[in-house]
């Protein structure tokens, strides 16, 4: 059995008329949608809340829900070089040795100047 969710269908149908609005404008209250789409209020805040994680809405409280600047920039990604290093086999197949520069783990060693708590050891 296949059902289809309202909070679904009204987040497609919202998608499909972002076009309709500047960058920037403002859409219509959460009212107007509740009696335009017939559906519940917690439906038109979850549509809209799956907008905004998809970066196409911006709500604002009290304020209303506008369209998105669209995204230019990609998050760079996240440093995995001490994955490379760690999980790398020394002198195994092709694999290049590899060489870590340890300077900056030897000063998170040093023992920090008196009146400083150093909180740069232990686990989160």
């Known amino acids: 059995m296949y059902e289809r ?3 679904v269908e009204l987040a497609e ?3 499909s008329e972002l076009d309709r609005y500047p960058l920037g404008g403002k859409l219509p209250s959460s009212r107007a949608l509740v009696e335009r789409y ?3 209020p917690v439906t038109v805040s979850r549509a809209l809340a799956q907008l905004a994680a998809e970066g196409l809405v911006v709500t604002r409280p009290g304020a209303g829900a506008y369209r ?3 995204r230019t920039q990609t998050d760079p990604p ?6 490379e290093v760690s999980l790398s086999a020394e ?3 092709d694999v290049v040795p590899r060489s870590v520069d340890a300077s900056g783990v030897l000063v998170c060693l040093n023992t ?5 708590i150093g909180l740069n050891s ?3």
């Open 112 to 116: 920090p100047p008196s009146g400083v």
């Open 5 to 7: 969710s309202s909070v």
């Open 122 to 124: 232990g686990y989160l």
């Open 38 to 40: 017939r559906v519940s």
């Open 13 to 15: 149908s919202l998608r």
């Open 91 to 93: 002198g195994v197949g």
């Open 78 to 83: 996240g440093d995995t070089s001490w994955q």
């Open 68 to 70: 998105a600047q669209p």
